[in-house]
């Protein structure tokens, strides 16, 4: 079973038709259609909203290694398993990620990430319905400060008289960076921003129960 297999099996299980992803996703017809031929594999920011409208998680989508929609998530604190989990921010603390932290994490909540990420990497939970319908309030993203801000990604970064960080997706216009929320009801639609401001990539997000 390839990809393309796995997002048909995920598709039925849903009830979902292509339009359906395509909407969901934000994703061409045509693209959607390479991804259920085979001749492509969703990437990018498309990964992480494909395995949120099929209820699945990333890795399993693209390499079919763990379970569907399992996601295994542990705050075990033992030394062992420090290792490979990554720490819980508030939106505020995440403000200072690539500077000097002016807290303790020995006390945040872990979470191990299922893709592959950087040792950098941190947690944040969703606040709001900005982000929806690709991401929910309550949702649980991984932040990599190390991958490549590239556009149509979601991303991290700081806005200019805000305590706390913001989410949104990053569109790239010739030289030019713009923040943009999922929502199409959300007032501000566009907000320019500098490549420095930017703190991290969302390069998964789930869900815990």
Same mark, same amino acid.
């Given at each position: #079973?390839?990809?393309?297999?796995?997002?048909? %099996?995920? #598709?039925?299980? !849903?009830?979902?038709?292509?339009?359906?992803?395509?909407?969901?996703?934000? =994703?061409?017809?045509?693209?959607?259609?390479?991804?259920?031929?085979?001749?492509?594999?969703? !990437?990018?920011?498309?990964?992480?909203?494909?395995?949120? =409208?099929?209820?699945?998680?990333?890795?399993?989508?693209?390499?079919?290694?763990?379970?569907?929609?399992?996601?295994?998530?542990?705050?075990?604190?033992?030394?062992?398993?420090?290792?490979?989990?990554?720490?819980?921010?508030?939106?505020?603390?995440?403000? %200072?990620?690539? /500077?000097?932290?002016?807290?303790?994490?020995?006390?945040?909540?872990?979470?191990?990430?299922?893709? !592959?990420?950087? *040792? !950098?990497?941190?947690?944040?939970?969703? %606040?709001?319905?900005? #982000? %929806?319908? +690709?991401?929910?309030?309550? *949702?649980?993203?991984? +932040?990599?400060?190390?991958?490549?801000?590239?556009?149509?990604?979601?991303? +991290?970064? +700081?806005?200019? /008289?805000?305590?706390?960080?913001?989410?949104?997706?990053?569109?790239?216009?010739?030289?030019?960076?713009?923040?943009?929320?999922?929502?199409?009801?959300?007032?501000?639609?566009?907000?320019?921003?500098?490549?420095?401001?930017?703190?991290?990539?969302?390069?998964?997000?789930?869900?815990?129960?």
């Amino acid at each position: #079973m390839d990809t393309s297999d796995r997002i048909k %099996q995920r #598709m039925n299980a !849903s009830g979902l038709r292509a339009v359906d992803v395509a909407k969901l996703t934000g =994703a061409s017809k045509g693209t959607v259609s390479q991804w259920l031929n085979g001749i492509a594999k969703p !990437s990018g920011g498309y990964i992480l909203a494909l395995s949120k =409208a099929l209820d699945c998680q990333a890795d399993w989508l693209l390499s079919g290694k763990g379970a569907p929609n399992n996601f295994a998530i542990s705050n075990v604190r033992s030394e062992s398993d420090l290792a490979g989990s990554y720490p819980l921010l508030s939106w505020t603390q995440a403000r %200072q990620v690539g /500077g000097d932290f002016d807290f303790n994490l020995e006390d945040n909540t872990r979470y191990r990430c299922p893709v !592959s990420c950087s *040792d !950098s990497t941190f947690v944040l939970k969703v %606040q709001g319905v900005s #982000m %929806q319908p +690709i991401f929910n309030d309550g *949702d649980l993203i991984f +932040i990599d400060p190390e991958a490549d801000k590239t556009n149509g990604k979601y991303v +991290i970064a +700081i806005i200019e /008289g805000e305590e706390e960080v913001t989410f949104r997706q990053l569109i790239i216009e010739g030289k030019r960076l713009f923040l943009k929320p999922n929502n199409p009801n959300w007032p501000e639609q566009l907000v320019p921003i500098e490549e420095s401001f930017i703190l991290g990539v969302i390069i998964f997000g789930g869900r815990t129960f």
